[in-house]
């Protein structure tokens, strides 16, 4: 026949493994791998803006010697129609020269400006894949840290039955450091919007400033 106390253990084990399912929920481990997520996808999402500079790039060298082989062209007609004493000619091949000698110049300040904002996009692409694999090891290190806490719950319950009540004061000094690192990492992320809020504010008043 079940005891009363037998009962007793069932129910404050059964409260337990809810406290678990609860804590599951607002863990670290379970608000980094959101984290993860959203840097993965914003990482695949900057991949493709990366990849589409390097794609415009490739387009204006392509325009760029189009346009210079076409203004060498016209100066080598220009000076033909000159020699020749063709006036019309001459006339309508200066004026192309003027044309793609302006449209070279603009092509190429707008593929050195390109080339730069693609080096600098490059670089910060590979720091953001650096920190989602910074994110990934920390993941696996929290995942050891609670693996084992749960581990050592699981022997608990069964090498020493008669202190599961105790065990809810020790179940919550073990994973204390989950609650503590969720907080901590909650307060950096609301720490951040906060800075850039009043980094917002700062501008918005300097503006405000400017304009009396």
């Not at 678990?20 to 670290?28: A, D, M």
């Not at 060498?72 to 033909?80: F, I, Y």
């Not at 400006?113 to 590979?126: C, K, S, V």
């Amino acid at each position: 026949m079940t005891t009363l106390w037998d009962r007793l253990k069932f129910a404050v084990a059964t409260d337990v493994d809810m406290l678990v399912t609860k804590k599951e929920e607002k863990n670290p481990l379970a608000l980094l791998n959101r984290y993860i997520t959203e840097a993965e996808n914003q990482t695949t999402t900057t991949g493709k803006w990366v990849e589409r500079q390097a794609q415009l790039n490739g387009k204006l060298e392509k325009e760029l010697t189009e346009a210079s082989a076409m203004l060498h062209k016209r100066q080598c007609q220009l000076e033909l129609a000159q020699a020749s004493g063709e006036a019309d000619l001459a006339d309508f091949a200066a004026r192309e020269v003027q044309i793609y000698t302006t449209r070279a110049k603009t092509l190429q300040s707008n593929l050195d400006e390109n080339i730069a904002e693609f080096t600098e996009l490059e670089q910060r692409y590979e720091e953001m894949k650096h920190k989602v694999k910074d994110m990934k090891v920390k993941q696996l290190q929290l995942m050891g840290k609670e693996n084992a806490t749960r581990a050592h719950f699981q022997m608990d319950k069964l090498l020493s039955p008669e202190l599961v009540a105790e065990r809810i004061g020790s179940f919550e000094d073990m994973t204390s450091y989950i609650t503590t690192l969720g907080t901590k990492v909650e307060e950096r992320h609301e720490r951040s919007a906060m800075e850039r809020r009043l980094e917002f504010l700062e501008k918005k008043s300097a503006n405000q400033k400017e304009l009396v």
